[in-house]
């Protein structure tokens, strides 16, 4: 199976997303929060500290949703810091605007009997594009590690809520 571009899982949910959200604003607030969060009424993304970031640090984006069944459950996706994935797809596109330029320059070419040099373009942009994906992916091993401890602390502090409030009904 090959490595996914944006690597995403599902949890179930067995609490109250209001509850959901707060046992994630109180585990951030405790001394020694591996991760930092954001909060919104929809969403919560989940990042590590400042100073333990680096280029490819990934962000925990998390989602509530209810599955086919209509149970809720979490959708969660890594991704690359906003500022690197908007550098990323900013290059993609870049890339893909020279790819259209440049095969525009060769049927313009070829309307005029000219060398079609300017398809040169269109193999050289496909690996600077397998490039970057490369890059993506070997950012993804680089923070695995990352990725773990975000992870762990969503599942953490699940069941920690998911347990209390248990044993408090």
């Known amino acids: 199976m090959w490595p996914r571009f944006r690597p995403r899982f599902v949890l179930p949910l067995l609490i109250p997303a209001e509850s959901f959200h707060a046992a994630v604003r109180e ?9 930092t969060a954001i909060t919104l009424p929809l969403q919560v993304e989940l990042r590590l500290p400042e ?18 069944d209509g149970k809720p459950v979490l959708k969660a996706r890594f991704a690359p810091h906003p500022h690197l994935w908007t550098l990323v797809i900013s290059l993609y596109f870049a ?8 095969a525009m320059y060769a049927a313009s070419q070829l309307i005029m009997g000219g060398p079609l040099w300017s398809l040169a373009v269109l193999p050289i942009a496909a690996a600077i594009g397998g490039f970057i994906h490369g890059g993506i992916l070997i950012g ?3 923070s695995s590690d990352q990725m773990h401890v975000l992870r762990s602390f969503l599942e953490r502090t699940l069941e920690d809520k998911t347990r209390s409030l248990q044993t408090e009904g």
């Open 27 to 35: 585990a951030v607030k405790r001394p020694g929060a591996p991760v």
């Open 51 to 68: 100073k333990e970031q680096k280029l490819f640090t990934p962000v925990l984006n998390v989602v509530v949703r209810e599955d086919d």
């Open 95 to 102: 890339l893909v605007f020279i790819s259209i330029g440049g």
């Open 140 to 142: 993804q091993g680089l």
